[in-house]
């Protein structure tokens, strides 16, 4: 028997869509009843669904036996109606929302479902936890927040997939379930019913398997995926989180950052209104660790690392002089306005950064009236004081801070000190967006405990033309090691990391000789890698690719705290889903069908 409500169904249209339609229009929409007024003969009813909300009116004398209907609807029960479209009373209009010189008589409706009074307000005046929404999240995707960043990655992702296959490219999936390899992070591990004792790794990115594409002559390939790292959470990862991962054929470097800017420049502009200015600046990794102390430098500001060490090296400053003697660098930053920054403050930054980057002080000065001034300042002389204030371009009213150490610990502490102080003395305009590539990345980096070496991006990326060959023994590479450059790159966004790539190595040979740098030898390599070295002894082109960071993209652009903000059904810092209150122990007999047992619990 067809109802009421499916005889109207196919006649619907959402409440954003009512803007510009004539009064008069006959309309039946679904929703939420979002807040509702009982005037007394005359009932009014937000009704909400996910275009946007419409003010709907029953009038006893029009719906008859149904005003019960609207008597008896309470916040979030779900209605269908069926009314006339009309204007507002000039007194009535709500400027707030596009539909707001709108509203609906109601001729016909049905309470398709009630509900119970939601655990937290869903408008804008709701200051519940997150905990409690992540665990309602059914409901929280009727706030506007929520809805309209979801709305937004779906309207990114798709100007994405357009570009990209007007560009030639083609999606293809890649498997979830595959070997463990080395990716920098643990693996989340999946066990085999049908082989007992073996395992599947699910995958922390595409790497291999896109290489195999371009071996395989796909030449221009991109993916939406999931990925999955089993590393300690924050506010910008996630145990799963999406990528856009691509790959290019017959291609340098230049080829795929010109390809990147144009579609940075046609997904901002299409998405999010922006006009984004390519080509971006580059920057090599050796000056944005030396000018602003980090390999993701926020460029919408100055306060640059400055190196002093030629200015004080023959000062009686002992912090200064003793950190250059044990090969350490001497580096300031000039703060505008920063004299206003109190002697308590100062004391509170220098805790700060020795707990959270080894900095053993923060010796400081002011610029009054007459200079430099402190009480360190006896130890220089005027005319190393005035060579200082011209390195740091500094003016009366500012502040001038110092670091003395070893370049890897006064490089990053004086840089997050300069990210920290941008926020009160040279705050970047709010929708300012400045993109930049860092590129000339090192290629490995050695522990300084143990002497290993490590591959900064992955095994998998190209070393500077020429820089190893086929006939470069492991001993001659670990003598240059921290020299040796690759064809590495990140895209940088206002200070975050949005995306990484570089060239990858085509050769067998030097993909072995990176291998063995690294300590992973023959067999450790067949083992792990044995289907990638083989596929290239067949020919594989010269390629190349990039991945990109979509949730964090659109944390930045939306304006969210964390990527949990723009992921519809995200995992707490502890890993945990609140709604479905994953992970949970499983029947033992699930662990006996796989030969496993949990022991140590």
């Known amino acids: 028997m067809e109802t009421w409500f499916k005889k109207h169904y196919a006649e619907r249209v959402f409440a954003g869509e009512l803007v510009g339609k004539n009064p008069g229009t006959e309309v039946f929409l679904c929703g939420w009843a979002f807040r509702f007024r009982d005037q007394g003969g005359v009932i009014f009813i937000d009704l909400r669904d996910r275009s946007g909300m419409i003010q709907i009116v029953a009038r006893k004398e029009i719906i008859g036996d149904k005003f019960s209907l609207a008597e008896a609807v309470r916040s979030e029960y779900v209605l269908a109606i069926r009314g006339k479209l009309q204007n507002r009373d000039a007194e009535a209009i709500n400027p707030k929302i596009p539909t707001g010189t709108l509203e609906v008589i109601i001729d016909d409706m049905e309470i398709l479902n009630?509900?119970?009074?939601?655990?937290?307000?869903?408008?804008?005046?709701?200051?519940?936890?997150?905990?409690?929404?992540?665990?309602?999240?059914?409901?929280?995707?009727?706030?506007?927040?929520?809805?309209?960043?979801?709305?937004?990655?779906?309207?990114?992702?798709?100007?994405?997939?357009?570009?990209?296959?007007?560009?030639?490219?083609?999606?293809?999936?890649?498997?979830?379930?595959?070997?463990?390899?080395?990716?920098?992070?643990?693996?989340?591990?999946?066990?085999?019913?049908?082989?007992?004792?073996?395992?599947?790794?699910?995958?922390?990115?595409?790497?291999?398997?896109?290489?195999?594409?371009?071996?395989?002559?796909?030449?221009?390939?991109?993916?939406?995926?999931?990925?999955?790292?089993?590393?300690?959470?924050?506010?910008?990862?996630?145990p799963e989180f999406t990528q856009l991962d691509m790959e290019f054929s017959y291609v340098d470097q230049e080829d795929i950052l010109r390809e990147i800017e144009k579609l940075i420049s046609h997904s901002f502009q299409e998405t999010f209104g922006l006009k984004v200015q390519i080509p971006f600046p580059r920057i090599s990794y050796k000056e944005a660790i030396e000018s602003y102390g980090s390999d993701k430098p926020d460029l919408r500001f100055g306060m640059k690392l400055h190196d002093l060490s030629d200015l004080v090296g023959d000062c009686n400053f002992q912090v200064f002089t003793g950190a250059l003697k044990n090969k350490g660098v001497v580096k300031a930053i000039c703060v505008p306005g920063g004299s206003v920054i109190s002697r308590k403050e100062i004391e509170e930054l220098t805790n700060w950064l020795n707990k959270d980057y080894r900095s053993k002080g923060l010796a400081y000065m002011k610029h009054g009236a007459d200079g430099l001034e402190s009480t360190i300042t006896k130890f220089f002389t005027p005319e190393t004081l005035k060579k200082i204030s011209e390195r740091?371009?500094?003016?009366?009213?500012?502040?001038?801070?110092?670091?003395?150490?070893?370049?890897?610990?006064?490089?990053?502490?004086?840089?997050?000190?300069?990210?920290?102080?941008?926020?009160?003395?040279?705050?970047?305009?709010?929708?300012?967006?400045?993109?930049?590539?860092?590129?000339?990345?090192?290629?490995?980096?050695?522990?300084?405990?143990?002497?290993?070496?490590?591959?900064?991006?992955?095994?998998?990326?190209?070393?500077?033309?020429?820089?190893?060959?086929?006939?470069?023994?492991?001993?001659?590479?670990?003598?240059?090691?921290?020299?040796?450059?690759?064809?590495?790159?990140?895209?940088?966004?206002?200070?975050?990391?949005?995306?990484?790539?570089?060239?990858?190595?085509?050769?067998?040979?030097?993909?072995?000789?990176?291998?063995?740098?690294?300590?992973?030898?023959?067999?450790?390599?067949?083992?792990?890698?044995?289907?990638?070295?083989?596929?290239?002894?067949?020919?594989?082109?010269?390629?190349?690719?990039?991945?990109?960071?979509?949730?964090?993209?659109?944390?930045l652009m939306t304006g969210g705290k964390s990527i949990r903000d723009v992921i519809a059904f995200p995992k707490t810092q502890k890993g945990v889903c609140m709604m479905s209150d994953c992970p949970t122990p499983v029947e033992n007999s699930q662990l006996e069908d796989l030969k496993i047992r949990t022991v140590g619990l």
């Open 392 to 555: 740091l371009a500094s003016k009366e009213g500012d502040m001038v801070f110092f670091g003395a150490d070893l370049p890897h610990i006064v490089n990053p502490s004086l840089g997050a000190l300069r990210l920290r102080l941008s926020q009160r003395f040279e705050t970047p305009p709010q929708d300012s967006y400045h993109f930049s590539w860092v590129v000339a990345f090192p290629m490995f980096e050695k522990d300084p405990a143990n002497g290993e070496i490590y591959a900064i991006h992955h095994p998998f990326t190209a070393p500077e033309d020429g820089v190893i060959s086929q006939e470069s023994t492991r001993e001659e590479l670990i003598q240059k090691v921290e020299n040796l450059n690759s064809k590495a790159y990140d895209l940088v966004l206002n200070g975050n990391e949005i995306g990484g790539g570089s060239i990858r190595i085509h050769e067998k040979q030097i993909q072995e000789k990176v291998f063995e740098l690294l300590g992973i030898g023959k067999e450790e390599a067949e083992e792990k890698f044995g289907f990638l070295l083989e596929a290239l002894q067949y020919g594989a082109p010269p390629h190349g690719g990039i991945a990109f960071g979509i949730d964090r993209i659109l944390m």
């Open 114 to 238: 009630t509900s119970k009074t939601p655990p937290f307000q869903l408008d804008e005046f709701d200051e519940s936890g997150e905990d409690i929404r992540l665990k309602y999240r059914y409901l929280e995707f009727r706030k506007e927040d929520l809805k309209n960043r979801i709305f937004t990655r779906h309207n990114f992702l798709h100007s994405i997939r357009n570009y990209l296959h007007g560009e030639g490219f083609l999606e293809i999936e890649t498997p979830i379930l595959n070997k463990s390899t080395p990716e920098g992070a643990r693996d989340f591990l999946v066990p085999s019913r049908l082989n007992p004792g073996s395992f599947y790794a699910l995958p922390q990115s595409p790497q291999i398997f896109k290489q195999i594409l371009m071996v395989g002559g796909m030449e221009r390939y991109f993916q939406i995926v999931k990925c999955f790292r089993d590393e300690d959470l924050r506010a910008d990862r996630q």
